[in-house]
């Protein structure tokens, strides 16, 4: 009679080999008899680790090019079998034994989509018979342990090696991975598969059915109110996962990060890293407060960016795109802050800010490139989809449309001012100089309401700047009131039926317009 209570078997097929030989090796000291297939096997047989193939458990050869091996009873029948007086008896009359530990990942099927594999090797690396032991054995955790990640060989064989079992404890949270994992593979296949209309097809933009797989990253006290509860969760694979991600962020100290946090943290990364040259950005309620650039170094771009608005700077969440230095840190721990990211830490920046417990320190090189990643919304009953907002055209590549082309000096703020106001929610208006914020203007119904706001909010003289507006200007108010502020040049998209008007304004006050054909909303 079939005993289903002591471990006696693994079956052990995996396309990740990470790891392998260590494991199965530990496995079969431990008494286990070891079941694999095709490639697994062979490793498992070249490292000297006792092995049979499945082939010799079932009696039936691999057939069909090796698209069915383990679809069998004995395979499937040895891993479902419950410790129960009628399945033993229903396993002794059928010759089955149990399976007790299936280790199985999958096909790369990502992988191959992703380095644009033909259609037909794509359809090849579908998995079948995988998904089908992980399911039957995260069905049957009340006896069998599975495992699909590398990262628990050394757990289970811990628990192997010192109890002789899988705690009961280990067996459901590893079926709780394995259903998530499978969960994940058919959704990145249908979500693969739906962007092709035909197998000769290119691929759509989007696919007729959307499948995101997301990890808990962490629990969070509370959504954007005491009132409301929230999580945080990160991307796994497939659409929308590239480019930088804050759930891969280091937190070095501070007290627990809050939505609104992680908010502003992702304005903060984001604008910071429009810019090469050192920059620093400063976010509040998901706009800036202040932006700059500074070829001295990034603490000189951090006061700058301070100087804009350093009553709105106190609560903020700063980025800086190099490493906080022993003198910056020493800046920063002079103003409240709730938050900064930045690639590294000096030792001696970390000695300074560990004085300011609640200050939340992270560490992440947000600079990586997030071109075809896409970003999602949650409206009433649905999700809006889009890829991100990652190009910006620059004021150079702008065409001049006023009678006076800007210096080279003003071309620079104009790209300065372009980069940070599309980084501003619209209706957008930013001032900037020498590579940083004089005044910013966000949120308003009418872009000239936004003009006047951007110059109430200045405590610098306006005279000089230029400005930037993130959508066309609907009438000529707004260039007037900028010119009346003191600004010298615009950067807007155009695409207004009153373009002319806003063209004969600046004429008329003397400044550069550039239309860059490209518009920055953020809703």
């Known amino acids: 009679?079939?005993?289903?209570?002591?471990?006696?078997?693994?079956?052990?097929?995996?396309?990740?080999?990470?790891?392998?030989?260590?494991?199965?090796?530990?496995?079969?000291?431990?008494?286990?008899?070891?079941?694999?297939?095709?490639?697994?096997?062979?490793?498992?047989?070249?490292?000297?680790?006792?092995?049979?193939?499945?082939?010799?458990?079932?009696?039936?050869?691999?057939?069909?090019?090796?698209?069915?091996?383990?679809?069998?009873?004995?395979?499937?029948?040895?891993?479902?079998?419950?410790?129960?007086?009628?399945?033993?008896?229903?396993?002794?009359?059928?010759?089955?034994?149990?399976?007790?530990?299936?280790?199985?990942?999958?096909?790369?099927?990502?992988?191959?989509?992703?380095?644009?594999?033909?259609?037909?090797?794509?359809?090849?690396?579908?998995?079948?018979?995988?998904?089908?032991?992980?399911?039957?054995?995260a069905k049957n955790h009340e006896r069998v342990a599975v495992?699909?990640?590398?990262?628990?060989?050394?757990?289970?064989?811990?628990?192997?090696?010192?109890?002789?079992?899988?705690?009961?404890?280990?067996?459901?949270?590893?079926?709780?991975?394995?259903?998530?994992?499978?969960?994940?593979?058919?959704?990145?296949?249908?979500?693969?598969?739906?962007?092709?209309a035909t197998p000769e097809a290119p691929l759509a933009d989007f696919p007729e059915t959307l499948h995101l797989s997301a990890s808990l990253a962490r629990a969070l006290r509370y959504g954007e109110n005491p009132h409301q509860k929230a999580a945080f969760y990160a991307l796994d694979s497939g659409l929308g996962a590239?480019?930088?991600?804050?759930?891969?962020?280091?937190?070095?100290?501070?007290?627990?990060?809050?939505?609104?946090?992680?908010?502003?943290?992702d304005a903060a990364m984001r604008l910071c890293a429009e810019f090469a040259l050192p920059a620093a950005a400063i976010i509040k309620h998901n706009n800036p407060c202040g932006a700059a650039v500074a070829s001295e170094g990034v603490g000189e771009a951090y006061r700058r960016a301070r100087e804009t608005d350093p009553v709105s700077a106190f609560g903020g969440i700063v980025a800086v795109n190099r490493q906080v230095d022993a003198a910056l840190a020493r800046e920063m721990s002079e103003t409240f802050l709730e938050c900064v990211i930045a690639p590294s830490y000096a030792?001696?920046?970390?000695?300074?800010?560990?004085?300011?417990?609640?200050?939340?320190?992270?560490?992440?090189?947000?600079?990586?490139?997030?071109?075809?990643?896409?970003?999602?919304?949650?409206?009433?009953?649905?999700?809006?989809?889009?890829?991100?907002?990652?190009?910006?055209?620059?004021?150079?590549?702008?065409?001049?449309?006023?009678?006076?082309?800007?210096?080279?000096?003003?071309?620079?703020?104009?790209?300065?001012?372009?980069?940070?106001?599309?980084?501003?929610?619209?209706?957008?208006?930013v001032f900037a100089a020498g590579g940083r914020t004089v005044g910013v203007g966000a949120g308003q119904m009418s872009r000239v309401d936004s003009v006047r706001i951007a110059v109430s909010k200045a405590r610098a003289s306006l005279k000089g700047t230029v400005v930037a507006s993130d959508a066309f200007f609907p009438f000529r108010d707004g260039v007037d009131e900028s010119a009346k502020a003191g600004a010298v040049a615009v950067i807007q998209p155009g695409g207004s039926v009153r373009d002319d008007e806003a063209i004969a304004a600046a004429d008329e006050h003397g400044m550069a317009l550039v239309l860059t054909g490209e518009r920055h909303f953020r809703h």
């Open 1 to 137: 009679m079939a005993n289903l209570s002591k471990l006696s078997r693994a079956l052990i097929s995996v396309s990740n080999k990470a790891g392998l030989v260590d494991f199965a090796r530990g496995v079969s000291a431990a008494g286990l008899e070891i079941l694999s297939t095709g490639g697994t096997a062979k490793a498992l047989a070249e490292a000297g680790v006792p092995v049979r193939e499945v082939s010799d458990f079932t009696g039936a050869p691999e057939v069909l090019d090796g698209r069915v091996k383990t679809l069998h009873p004995r395979v499937h029948g040895g891993i479902l079998g419950r410790p129960t007086e009628k399945h033993r008896k229903e396993m002794q009359q059928a010759g089955f034994v149990p399976i007790d530990l299936v280790v199985v990942n999958l096909y790369p099927f990502r992988e191959t989509v992703a380095r644009g594999a033909p259609f037909e090797e794509v359809i090849e690396n579908i998995d079948i018979g995988g998904p089908a032991m992980i399911r039957s054995a």
């Open 147 to 196: 495992v699909v990640d590398p990262g628990d060989y050394a757990k289970v064989l811990a628990e192997i090696q010192g109890a002789g079992e899988v705690s009961a404890d280990t067996r459901y949270a590893l079926a709780r991975k394995a259903f998530a994992h499978t969960a994940a593979y058919d959704g990145a296949i249908a979500s693969h598969l739906g962007r092709l």
């Open 242 to 265: 590239g480019g930088p991600s804050l759930a891969k962020a280091e937190v070095l100290q501070g007290k627990e990060l809050s939505y609104n946090n992680i908010l502003d943290l």
């Open 347 to 429: 030792p001696e920046a970390l000695q300074t800010l560990a004085t300011k417990k609640n200050l939340r320190l992270l560490a992440y090189d947000f600079s990586a490139d997030a071109a075809g990643a896409l970003e999602y919304r949650s409206v009433a009953g649905g999700l809006l989809v889009q890829t991100r907002d990652t190009t910006t055209s620059s004021a150079a590549a702008a065409k001049v449309v006023s009678k006076r082309a800007p210096t080279p000096e003003e071309l620079a703020d104009l790209d300065f001012a372009w980069r940070v106001c599309k980084h501003v929610k619209s209706n957008a208006i």
